[in-house]
């Protein structure tokens, strides 16, 4: 490949790869029990029904958009550069697609299509 075309390639394959990435959205709840800062994504532990006792919830953080298998990782991404002990996930909506006829009388039918992209919240918790 030329270095002409590369240079060129480059910025489309990142600016589509920001298309698929979900939109992470933080809101503070209350003040953490201790400093925070940045841990390995990995030490994030993901609860589905709710943390050990003793933890404080510090942030909501939602995932919207994106692919939708990229949504549960980003809220552990988004944990983990807050300095997050676990999140507890909240709720989780999977993109759905509804499809439908409308006509009128004496019309030929129009065939739609309404996509709603879906999301995961959850929580932050510092223990």
């Known amino acids: 490949m030329s270095r002409s ?8 394959a990142v600016t589509l790869g920001a298309c698929f990435a979900p939109t992470v959205s ?18 994030v532990q993901v609860f589905m029904t709710g943390a050990p ?18 949504r549960m990782p ?4 988004a944990a983990a550069r807050l300095g997050c002990d676990a999140v ?4 989780a909506e999977p993109d759905t697609t509804v499809a439908g006829r409308v006509s009128r009388p004496g ?9 709603s992209l879906g ?3 959850a929580v932050c918790v510092v223990f």
């Open 53 to 70: 006792s003793g933890g404080v919830d510090v942030f909501m953080i939602v995932a919207k958009n994106g692919l939708e298998g990229r």
């Open 88 to 91: 507890v996930i909240r709720d």
């Open 74 to 77: 980003a809220i552990r991404e």
């Open 5 to 12: 075309l590369s240079r060129y390639l480059l910025p489309v």
């Open 107 to 115: 019309e030929l039918g129009i065939t739609t299509q309404a996509e």
């Open 119 to 121: 999301h995961v919240g």
């Open 26 to 43: 933080v809101t503070p709840l209350n003040r953490p029990p201790r400093p925070l800062a940045p841990r390995p994504v990995e030490s």
